[in-house]
């Protein structure tokens, strides 16, 4: 093995014995490598070796339009596109001084909440499959799939969706797309009752779960954990609720916290999350308001395409803003938003041209795989398998 | 909704929590502030930058014990050519700030916080990567994203987009 870290004892040193995991191990979740020291069964560090998806995304940034960034944030967590467009076109808007009529505000939250039950569908069936049942990964995806239909319906995209654009939304929803959320929304508690009955309970699931892979509260805080992985070490933060961002401050929902921080307590949150989410969702199809779904702000946001056929004026701005983009006062956001996985944040920054000097994104699997490292220490190789489901890694998020 | 335009000026900016403690700590050390936008940005010496973060991290009444992120950003070909930036946050009052520490382009260097929040680690690792800046008293500071043989800075902005070929 070439370019051992350079904190790790050489092999058999001190008795113990240096084993790669990944990047093409079966539960990593993509292309994470982990070097694992044992001693033993027993792990004694962890050392998480990522770069394998870098595609320079940052870099790309600096080379495109303003609204040419959206469709590549979707790319870096591949599992929630939707909250990824949402920090970024909500950064944007915060250095312009847009403001967001409410419909789009809302259909943004509805879609965020959709996009949360998605990924952490994902999530569940991966993480229950990796500790060996089955049952749940077909079960989860059998929910999954409705959820992308409803993708497809909105943007015409399944898993690469773009839709939300700076200023609002690229399209109106279509006729009859909120019936069959509210459909799906009233089914979806049953479905959460199913996967519990399989898991929560289960013998086999409790045993590889409890007391596994524990992270105190202040390890959690000083390693950067953020999201369900943060809060099921009993610390309270949420940022739809410490944080409002578009429109969430008219949405009741609880925050589930668990005190254990094992990897059972970060299961227990996430499945808490998606009833919560179910919930937002009924609350926003319910209070849905009417109106348009894009700023009024000729000079960011591409006209209809009614308006660019028939009006000189809409014809003109089109053409500006496809050739030439929009100028974006100078100024630095850092915009962070509660991803299904914690804080996502996009730090931009402008110099008052047509293209982001510096984007920046702070991905929260970045910030929890360190943790992962701390929760492994002094756990069975086996368990590394259930600690890496349980903070829910997207690699594409860590490499950007 | 028109943009307020920033305040620069310390006194009136003096009621938020992390500008007040550093005050307090070493007002030297502060080189300058900015409220824009419902940010507050404090420009820091970089010499000072570990005692800054120590001291907002120990701070009681509002202790700023979660680095949110950390990166930097290249001003070339202008001087000082790098700024180093953090964003913390204080978990239990919800409050954000963003620190920046300016660095000259001719072999830029910075004392590591890692010993002040360990998930520095990483993050202090891709600045080093992609940005060439060095982090001193950083445990293992190895490139992360790009492969170890890799040359040149890819983030910095006298590096092509499409890369040298």
């Known amino acids: 093995m070439t370019n051992l870290p350079a904190t790790f004892a050489e092999p058999g040193q001190d008795g113990t014995l240096i084993l790669n995991m990944g990047p093409q191990h079966p539960s990593t979740h993509g292309v994470l490598r982990l070097v694992l020291e044992i001693d033993g069964e027993t792990i004694v560090r962890v050392k998480p070796e990522i770069g394998y998806l870098h595609t320079g995304i940052e870099k790309t940034c600096e080379a495109k339009f303003y609204q040419q960034v959206v469709p590549l944030t979707d790319r870096i967590d591949y599992l929630c596109p939707m909250t990824n467009n949402l920090a970024y076109c909500l950064a944007v808007e915060k250095l312009l001084g847009l403001e967001i009529p409410p419909k789009a505000q809302w259909m943004r939250v509805l879609m965020n909440e959709l996009t949360r039950i998605n990924s952490h569908l994902v999530w569940l069936g991966t993480h229950a499959m990796d500790l060996g049942a089955m049952t749940v990964f077909l079960y989860c995806f059998r929910e999954r799939e409705d959820v992308l239909r409803f993708f497809e319906m909105v943007s015409g995209q399944r898993m690469m969706t773009s839709y939300f654009r700076i200023g609002g939304l690229a399209l109106e929803p279509p006729l009859g797309f909120f019936e069959k959320v509210k459909k799906f929304a009233d089914r979806f508690p049953g479905n959460v009752d199913e996967y519990e009955g399989l898991l929560t309970g289960n013998p086999i699931f409790v045993m590889r779960t409890k007391g596994v892979a524990h992270l105190s509260a202040d390890d959690a805080i000083a390693m950067g954990a953020c999201g369900p992985t943060l809060r099921g070490s009993g610390v309270d933060i949420d940022l739809r609720r410490d944080a409002p961002y578009t429109g969430y401050e008219n949405f009741k929902f609880n925050v589930p916290v668990r005190t254990e921080g094992d990897v059972f307590a970060r299961y227990l949150c996430r499945v808490a999350e998606l009833r919560e989410s179910i919930g937002i969702v009924q609350q926003a199809l319910a209070g849905m308001p009417e109106g348009p779904v894009k700023a009024d702000a000729p000079k960011v946001v591409l006209p209809d395409r009614e308006k660019m056929k028939t009006q000189m004026e809409a014809l003109i701005y089109h053409f500006k803003i496809i050739t030439e983009g929009f100028t974006v006062p100078a100024g630095e956001v850092y915009q962070a938003i509660e991803s299904p996985r914690g804080e996502m944040g996009y730090y931009i920054v402008s110099d008052g041209t047509a293209k982001p000097y510096r984007v920046h994104m702070r991905g929260p699997s970045y910030a929890n795989l360190q943790a992962l490292a701390k929760m492994c220490e002094g756990q069975l190789i086996a368990d590394v398998v259930a600690a890496i489901g349980s903070i829910d890694v997207v690699l594409g998020d860590i490499d950007r | ?165």
Request: negative net charge; hydrophobic residues 40%.
């Open chain 2, 1 to 165: 909704m028109a943009l307020a335009p920033p305040i620069t000026d310390i006194e009136q900016l003096k009621s938020h929590p992390a500008l007040g403690r550093l005050l307090a700590w070493n007002a030297s050390a502060v080189e300058a502030v900015k409220f824009d936008r419902d940010e507050l940005t404090i420009w820091i010496a970089q010499e000072s930058i570990r005692e800054a973060a120590t001291a907002l991290r120990d701070f009681a009444d509002c202790p700023f014990n979660y680095l949110a992120d950390l990166t930097a950003v290249d001003w070339y070909p202008s001087e000082p050519r790098f700024e180093v930036v953090y964003h913390l946050l204080s978990i239990s009052r919800k409050e954000r700030v963003r620190l920046k520490a300016r660095l000259d382009g001719s072999s830029p260097a910075i004392e590591s916080v890692t010993s002040i929040w360990p998930s520095a680690n990483h993050y202090e690792r891709e600045v080093f990567d992609l940005f060439g800046i060095r982090f001193t008293g950083h445990p293992n500071l190895s490139r992360i994203m790009m492969p170890d043989n890799w040359e040149g800075h890819p983030l910095r902005k006298d590096y092509p987009v499409e890369g040298y070929r």
